[in-house]
């Protein structure tokens, strides 16, 4: 008998730079209301993914950023981590190296604004990602089970890097968001292992075919309608694919006025989306299953996972969903 696809859905849990490289002057920084995106009193971010994962009997991987560390100290991104934890969720890594900028300890040599892990020395890779677990430790309580880099930008020398510390899994690839340089490390999905760390991509699929013209799209919650979602599950399932990972992020569930993060409001579309995608898990358990980094280490370290050829989704999926993308970004209120 078949056993259950597995659906992993990840949540980069992070703060903004914000404008603040870019003009220190007139910008800095913005925290808590890029992760909890409070709207008249009410958490449309951490707090309705949290509720909408509770209701569901959904478990996810939060990957939390901890190089902010550098700048806003442990709170409020500790606090946050807190309530994942006893939400009875999954936490794992998130570096955006730019934050380490901030860093004032004079027994570190300054860091660049360059948010970039790829391209970087096996030296100072290693000095970031040591930076990060060590603040990761002191969150969470115990060592990272994956690493998620920034901008899923990677190159092969961070999985030697990540390998020498001990970290055995990752999920920094998405063929949709950036296509790294090296053919072996642009994998549409599944599980391979590179450099003896295995890696879990976030699931690309081809979106579109208008004239032979194809499209790349990664799997995410803001760029991918309910019905695309659908179909690519069931496909997946009919095709052997055991698991699936989705990428989301907390503040994708607001509209905002600006990147300072102000006037906020609920992106209906968004949360509909993902309370879909959880209704259906939990109304397909013999099909399908919510599986996390941490809890899954033993069995995705055993053995790769391939996810066969490209998906193809037929293109008027994806003219519906512009269309729709293009309703919720215009009109605030729908």
């Given at each position: 008998m078949q056993k259950?696809?597995?659906?992993t859905i990840t949540i980069d849990t992070e703060f903004s730079i914000a404008g603040a490289f870019?003009?220190?002057e007139k910008y800095t920084p913005v925290a808590a209301p890029a992760v909890a995106c409070v709207v008249n009193g009410k958490e449309q971010g951490l707090g309705f993914l949290l509720e909408t994962f509770e209701k569901y009997n959904i478990s996810a991987s939060f990957f939390v950023e901890c190089a902010n560390y550098f700048y806003f100290g442990d709170?409020?991104?500790?606090?946050?981590?807190k309530r994942i934890l006893m939400a009875g969720q999954d936490v794992q890594l998130h570096v955006h190296p730019c934050w380490l900028n901030f860093n004032k300890d004079s027994e570190y040599r300054g860091f660049s604004t360059n948010d970039s892990c790829a391209g970087r020395s096996a030296e100072e890779l290693t000095r970031i990602f040591t930076l990060c677990i060590e603040v990761f430790e002191r969150w969470v309580g115990k060592r990272p089970d994956a690493i998620r880099t920034g901008s899923l930008v990677a190159d092969r020398n961070l999985y030697q890097v990540m390998r020498d510390l001990g970290i055995p899994l990752a999920s920094n690839i998405a063929l949709g968001v950036f296509q790294p340089k090296e053919p072996e490390l642009q994998i549409l999905g599944g599980r391979k292992r590179i450099e003896g760390v295995m890696e879990l991509p976030v699931f690309t699929y081809q979106d579109m075919n208008i004239l032979g013209k194809t499209h790349q799209k990664s799997l995410q919650i803001t760029s991918c309608s309910w019905p695309e979602m659908k179909?690519?599950?069931w496909q997946a399932r009919k095709m052997g694919v055991e698991n699936i990972v989705i990428l989301t992020h907390p503040f994708e569930f607001v509209k905002r006025d600006d990147f300072q993060f102000n006037g906020l409001c609920r992106n209906r579309v968004n949360q509909t989306r993902l309370q879909k995608l959880c209704q259906f898990v939990a109304e397909h358990d013999q099909d399908f299953v919510t599986a996390t980094f941490g809890d899954s280490v033993s069995n995705w370290t055993c053995k790769e996972g391939d996810c066969g050829p490209i998906m193809k989704v037929p293109t008027h999926y994806?003219?519906?969903?512009k269309m729709?993308?293009?309703l919720s970004d215009s009109i605030s209120l729908y």
């Amino acid at each position: 008998m078949q056993k259950p696809t597995e659906i992993t859905i990840t949540i980069d849990t992070e703060f903004s730079i914000a404008g603040a490289f870019e003009n220190p002057e007139k910008y800095t920084p913005v925290a808590a209301p890029a992760v909890a995106c409070v709207v008249n009193g009410k958490e449309q971010g951490l707090g309705f993914l949290l509720e909408t994962f509770e209701k569901y009997n959904i478990s996810a991987s939060f990957f939390v950023e901890c190089a902010n560390y550098f700048y806003f100290g442990d709170e409020p991104m500790q606090g946050f981590v807190k309530r994942i934890l006893m939400a009875g969720q999954d936490v794992q890594l998130h570096v955006h190296p730019c934050w380490l900028n901030f860093n004032k300890d004079s027994e570190y040599r300054g860091f660049s604004t360059n948010d970039s892990c790829a391209g970087r020395s096996a030296e100072e890779l290693t000095r970031i990602f040591t930076l990060c677990i060590e603040v990761f430790e002191r969150w969470v309580g115990k060592r990272p089970d994956a690493i998620r880099t920034g901008s899923l930008v990677a190159d092969r020398n961070l999985y030697q890097v990540m390998r020498d510390l001990g970290i055995p899994l990752a999920s920094n690839i998405a063929l949709g968001v950036f296509q790294p340089k090296e053919p072996e490390l642009q994998i549409l999905g599944g599980r391979k292992r590179i450099e003896g760390v295995m890696e879990l991509p976030v699931f690309t699929y081809q979106d579109m075919n208008i004239l032979g013209k194809t499209h790349q799209k990664s799997l995410q919650i803001t760029s991918c309608s309910w019905p695309e979602m659908k179909y690519i599950l069931w496909q997946a399932r009919k095709m052997g694919v055991e698991n699936i990972v989705i990428l989301t992020h907390p503040f994708e569930f607001v509209k905002r006025d600006d990147f300072q993060f102000n006037g906020l409001c609920r992106n209906r579309v968004n949360q509909t989306r993902l309370q879909k995608l959880c209704q259906f898990v939990a109304e397909h358990d013999q099909d399908f299953v919510t599986a996390t980094f941490g809890d899954s280490v033993s069995n995705w370290t055993c053995k790769e996972g391939d996810c066969g050829p490209i998906m193809k989704v037929p293109t008027h999926y994806a003219v519906v969903r512009k269309m729709h993308n293009k309703l919720s970004d215009s009109i605030s209120l729908y």
